[in-house]
Structure formats: C-alpha cells, structure tokens
C-alpha cells in the first residue's frame, strides 16, 4: 500500500537532526552525480527531457533514479507508464518504483489517494518532502540521480540545490521563442547564485521536420537556447525537434529513448546527452560550466 506524504512538519531535537542529516548525507554519498532539470518556463518540455534523460542514461549501461520534485504538478508517473503503481514503504524507508529500462522512479504522484488530488502545501512542507525523498527512499548505489524540478527559481530547485551536494549539476531546458529564453536566462543565474555548475543548455521543440517531405518549419523559430549559451558562457547540449512521436510516447507511458534512435528527433536527443554521459568518467561534476557573472544578457 502506498504511503501518503506527511502533511505535518516533524519536530526534531538536536540528536534526531544530527541522525538525519548522516543518514542524508550517507545516501547522497552512495549517488556519483546528481542531475537537476531545471527551466525558468513551464510548457518547454522539462518533465519529457528528464524522463528520456533518465532512460537514455539506464539504456547506456549507467545505474539510473529519477526524483519527481514537481510537488504540484508531478507528471513523471505518467511519462513513465507507472501511474498504477504504488511506492511501497515503511515508517524509515521508502522503496522506489523500477521503471521498464530499470530506472529507480519516486514521486509524490505515487503517495497520492488519487490522480485528482491537489497538494494544497507551502514552502516549508515542500521542503520536508523533499528531504524525506533524498533521505528515506533506499535509492542504493547510483550513477546518476535525474531530478525533475518544477518551473521557476523557487523552493523546489533551492532545496534540491542544498540538500543533494557534493557532485550536483544543472541541465536546462528551453525553447527558441524569446519569452522562453528570458525566463531560463534567470535559471542560469539562479545556478550561478547558488553556485551550482551548468552541465549546459538544451533547446526543445526547435522546429518541425515533415515527416514526408523533410521540410522544416520554424513554429517557435530557432536558436534562442543556443545564442542564450554563447552569451551566459555556457555549453549548448543541442536542438530537439518537435516530433509527434514524442507526444504518442508521453501519453503511453513508454519514453522515446527507450526505444533504437531512429528518428531525427531521438538521434538529435543522443547527441545532446553525450556530455552529460562524458561526467561519468570524471571524479567531479563541478567541470560542468560555470557561468560567467559578468556575462551580457540577449
């Protein structure tokens, strides 16, 4: 039976605390590099890039959790064809749910009497699932640690930033239009604020390749991600189309990296992950990109 979220924040004395934060910093320790999929828009996509990172990662042999800390719009359940499974758990511990590819898969969708049910909660409580994820769900040894955060430069992404070091970095995601590219453009400096690195940014739904005839149409023009890049002194992962293939695998639970890179759109995708599949073999992830303080803005 799953277990719902607390809704109460837990008062702890000074010994409770002290075992808490070992037993944080034990599981962190256990996880080589932590991935938080940031973007300062909603509607670019994030949740889909997390979920096909996620995938792609477990695909290329690597040891793969995927954390939904979207407290009020969790969407990975879905994206990963697990809505109908519960996390199982006890008082300390929590179990996450394996994906199809292995993936190690917690959210709070999972806790929830029911698809429909809002969690009506403030910042601190957010905070406190958020914590009670990193610390009593048994993730074991990971490679990588992807995070879906939700939109914006607020509690969720601030409290993973602190609570999930050493060996965190950012991956954002945007698309070309300029209101877009303003909004990520301060996720880049909320990174650089909290000094968090920035493995580099990707540009979603840049474009649309006819099927048929190969054409490309510009729905939301191009390369917004890529100019925000050179300017913010950050690496550009690449440009993901607009694909109908994405949409059907979204709505069927079954991601599109799962599957042989086919079409233009997985191929795209395979080249984007290259570097963050590059992080592995070094002992820090803070060789990501650091952005430059002093950099123009578009």
């Known amino acids: 039976m799953g277990k719902e979220p607390s809704a109460e924040l837990p008062v702890k004395d000074q010994s409770e605390r002290e075992f808490a934060d070992r037993v944080l910093r034990e599981r962190m320790e256990q996880i080589s590099h932590k991935l938080l999929v940031l973007s300062g828009k909603g509607g670019v996509g994030k949740s ?15 040891r793969v959790g995927l954390l939904d800390v979207d407290v009020h719009g969790p969407s990975i359940p879905k994206l990963m064809g697990l809505e109908e499974l519960p996390a199982l758990g006890d008082d300390e511990v929590l179990h996450p749910v394996r ?61 993973v930033a602190e609570l999930v070091r050493p060996r965190v970095s950012a991956v954002l995601v945007t698309t070309p239009q300029d209101l877009a590219v303003a909004d990520v453009r301060r996720s880049v400096n909320f990174c ?17 390749v006819c099927p048929a005839c190969g054409h490309r149409i510009e729905l939301f023009k191009s390369g917004g991600g890529e100019r925000l890049a050179k300017a913010m002194g950050v690496r550009f992962l690449g440009s993901i189309p607009i694909d109908p293939e994405i949409v059907e695998c979204g709505d069927s639970g079954k991601p599109f990296a799962a599957e042989p890179a086919a079409s233009l759109t997985a ?20 060789t990501a990109s650091r952005p430059d303080r002093k950099s123009k803005t578009l």
């Open 192 to 208: 650089n604020e909290v000094n968090l690195p920035i493995i580099g940014i990707l540009e979603n739904m840049s474009g649309l």
């Open 99 to 159: 994906s199809a590819k292995g993936v190690k898969v917690m959210s709070i969708g999972f806790l929830l009497p029911s698809e429909n049910t809002p969690v009506v909660w403030r910042g601190p409580r957010k905070y406190h699932l958020i914590r009670q994820f990193l610390q009593q769900v048994d993730w074991g040894e990971l490679d990588f640690l992807v995070i879906d955060a939700p939109p914006g430069t607020g509690d969720e992404p601030l409290a």
């Open 267 to 286: 191929q795209a995708f395979a080249r984007a992950i290259e570097p963050i599949l590059a992080i592995d073999a070094q002992p820090e992830a803070h």
């Open 48 to 62: 889909t890039v997390a979920a096909n990172l996620a995938t792609a990662l477990a695909g290329a042999g690597k």
